[in-house]
């Protein structure tokens, strides 16, 4: 089965029952992306969503980064940012803003996948990192890891979900424009204190072992009631109260109708381990 999911720059595991495990697989340029990476990274998060034999996801970086960002110089080169096909400006626009959009779907689909998603950073884990990261259900990070949002650095402001997501994600509005405005570095214990990622682990070795754990924790939960849970967190999350209530409500008004609640009950009753069927 992970042959199927093998594609160019990622590996594709299963190191538990339930559980797959993607890693970003370009070491040598510490993880950077080019334009395949993206659109690799979009076919196998959008699989896996309804991969009956997945339900958890375990995402990390080969080597001593999770990410570095984009790979700038390839990204120089790519006819994606060629503009010099039409010197009309509005023409540029509309091509870009294309590829922008483009871009930010691929990122999307980690978000947008129904399993839950957990995440480890570890070392340098600049840019595309926060916007893949924080389009992930948890973040466990390492004590090596840096952070940055570093598109200042390079001339623009961060289009691919960093700036959308993480006012979500961290409450403090001071301290998001302070990294987003200057590219400083932070660390981990700065990303734990903020509430950007949940834990701080020793090394990636203890985190990737730590999130396993998570995760085939969460694979042994009924996979209705996850991906329920998933699906209405991120629903509420940017909507209001009533209107979460309420989906909450229509939502379960199917959903409650499934076998796991009853094997739920019979297990606890019998004294014996659950088992869920595949969705």
């Not at 080019?34 to 958890?56: C, G, Q, Y």
């Amino acid at each position: 089965m992970a042959d199927a999911y093998n594609l160019e720059f990622f590996n594709v595991s299963f190191p538990a029952e339930y559980v797959a495990h993607v890693e970003i697989n370009r070491p040598e340029k510490m993880n950077a992306f080019k334009e395949v990476m993206w659109h690799n990274l979009s076919k196998i998060f959008t699989a896996l969503s309804t991969d009956p034999s997945v339900r958890a996801i375990l995402f990390t970086g080969a080597g001593r980064a999770f990410t570095a960002g984009l790979d700038v110089t390839a990204a120089s080169s790519s006819p994606t940012f060629d503009t010099t096909t039409t010197t009309d400006g509005a023409r540029k626009a509309f091509g870009l803003r294309r590829h922008i959009l483009e871009f930010q779907e691929c990122i999307s689909a980690l978000e947008k996948c129904e399993k839950p998603v957990i995440c480890v950073l570890h070392g340098v884990s600049y840019g595309l990192a926060l916007d893949m990261s924080l389009s992930c259900d948890v973040r466990i990070a390492a004590k090596d890891a840096r952070f940055s949002v570093k598109e200042v650095d390079i001339g623009l402001a961060a289009d691919i979900g960093t700036l959308s997501r993480l006012p979500h994600a961290v409450g403090n509005m001071s301290w998001i424009k302070e990294v987003a405005l200057s590219a400083r570095v932070f660390g981990a214990e700065e990303a734990m204190q903020v509430g950007l990622v949940s834990r701080v682990v020793e090394d990636k070795e203890a985190a990737v072992k730590e999130a396993l754990e998570l995760a085939s924790l969460i694979a042994s939960k009924s996979p209705v009631a996850v991906l329920g849970t998933k699906e209405i967190l991120n629903y509420s999350r940017d909507k209001t109260v009533a209107e979460g209530l309420n989906y909450t409500a229509v939502w379960n008004a199917a959903m409650l109708q499934t076998d796991d609640i009853k094997e739920a009950m019979l297990s606890g009753m019998q004294k014996r381990k659950v088992k869920f069927s595949k969705l």
